[in-house]
Every structure is written in C-alpha cells, then in structure tokens.
C-alpha cells in the first residue's frame, strides 16, 4: 500500500510561475526522494533528502522536509512547459534494505 | 549499459497466458527491485534482490508472481495464469547497494495489457 499523500493531485500552472507539491508520509523515514515521470516513460530521479537535512536545491529544485510533521515539499521555480509531467515523493522507511514507498503522485501541466 | 533495460517494452497477453518480463540492470548494481504501477497510481513494491539473494518478496500480489535473479545480474518477474487485474506497468529498478542513501535508478517499464 502507499506510503502516504501528495497534494494536489493535479496542478496547472502558466510557464514561468513556480510550482509547489506536497507530500506525507506516515512513518519514520530514512530519506525522502522526488521522482519525475513523463507520460508513458520510466521514473527519473530527481533529488534525495536525509532524514537529518531540512532543505536541498538541485538547479530549479528545492526541496523541504519536516520530519516533525512527516512532509515535504517539491518546488520547481520559473517552470517550463517542458515540466509537465506526474511527480512522486518516494521514502524509504528507516532500518529497511533501501526498498522505496510512492505517494500517488502529482500531475503537473505548464502551459506555454 | 548505460541504463536499467526492461523488455519486452509492451506485451498483451491473453488472459490465463504466462508472461516473463526481463531487466537488465546497471552493471555492478548489487541492488535490484520490482514495482508495479497501475494507471494513475504511484508505483507498488512487489520485490527486492540483493545479488542472487530475494530478500523481501512481500509485495507479490499472489502465488502467480515470481521473481528470480539466479546470477545476481540480469532478472526476470513471471506472472503465470494472468488475470486482467494483473495489466499495469511493471518497473525495475537497481542501485549500487543495500545502503538506503543510494540513487535508486529505473527502467522504462513494461508495459503489460491482459485482454
């Protein structure tokens, strides 16, 4: 079963907004990672959060976490349409072999 | 390779058909795993291998999955008698190890439709 929620479930935003998704989780976690998926395509990673960080950029990524709260956020700043895809916070819950839990996902559409 | 390679890409069986799917993962991953995604759904667990080893099986939705890795390389998942319930995206994925801040790295799926 899935690990926890992500909101919103769909997002549509213009090109050159931000945009910001959320995730939580149930369990105490290891670490938190952000997957991408484009339509019909396999998951590529993205960014990866321990348990004991707070925040970490990637390029246009920032990513938060609060472990006292069980959440994350993804925020992907000046999108492009090119961003439009399904994106799915994954943990790997602490004392397990790496074995990876999704969300749901959020589908994000950015329009040109 | 480069990448984790999962064939065949697409497969329609008919229902009651066995179907195997293979992965190929990244050279010296000792790390492999099975996930399921349904349509509109995050990807499921279904199982783990290190090496040769299967060390967590307890994502298999039922005794008609199964999933070897005899020379701790290449992978294959077997469903047998498919069932409609059974169409989704089958992904594989590997990792350097079992420590759990590895990059997890997957496949492009297999996509399976049982008519």
């Known amino acids: 079963s899935q690990q926890g929620e992500e909101d919103p479930q769909a997002l549509s935003i213009q090109e050159g907004e931000n945009a910001t998704m959320n995730c939580s989780y149930k369990t105490s976690i290891n670490n938190l990672q952000w997957y991408r998926q484009n339509s019909g395509r396999g998951l590529v990673h993205l960014i990866l959060i321990r348990s004991n960080e707070r925040e970490k950029h990637s390029g246009r990524l920032r990513v938060t976490l609060d472990t006292s709260k069980k959440s994350s956020s993804l925020l992907i700043t000046a999108s492009r349409a090119a961003d439009t895809a399904s994106y799915f916070c994954?943990?790997?819950?602490?004392?397990?072999?790496?074995?990876?839990?999704f969300g749901q996902g959020t589908t994000l559409q950015v329009k040109p | 390779g480069a990448g984790v390679s999962q064939s065949p890409r697409y497969k329609v069986a008919k229902r009651g058909q066995d179907v195997a799917l293979r992965c190929d993962p990244i050279s010296g991953h000792v790390s492999l795993f099975w996930y399921q995604q349904a349509l509109g759904q995050g990807p499921e667990f279904l199982t783990y291998f290190q090496n040769e080893a299967q060390l967590d099986k307890s994502g298999l939705p039922s005794d008609r999955f199964f999933a070897e890795r005899p020379e701790g390389s290449v992978s294959t998942l077997k469903i047998q008698r498919t069932q409609q319930e059974d169409s989704a995206v089958y992904l594989c994925a590997s990792s350097l190890g079992w420590n759990s801040g590895n990059t997890i790295y997957f496949g492009e799926g297999s996509w399976l439709t049982v008519v």
């Open positions: 994954a943990t790997v819950v602490s004392g397990n072999t790496g074995k990876l839990i």
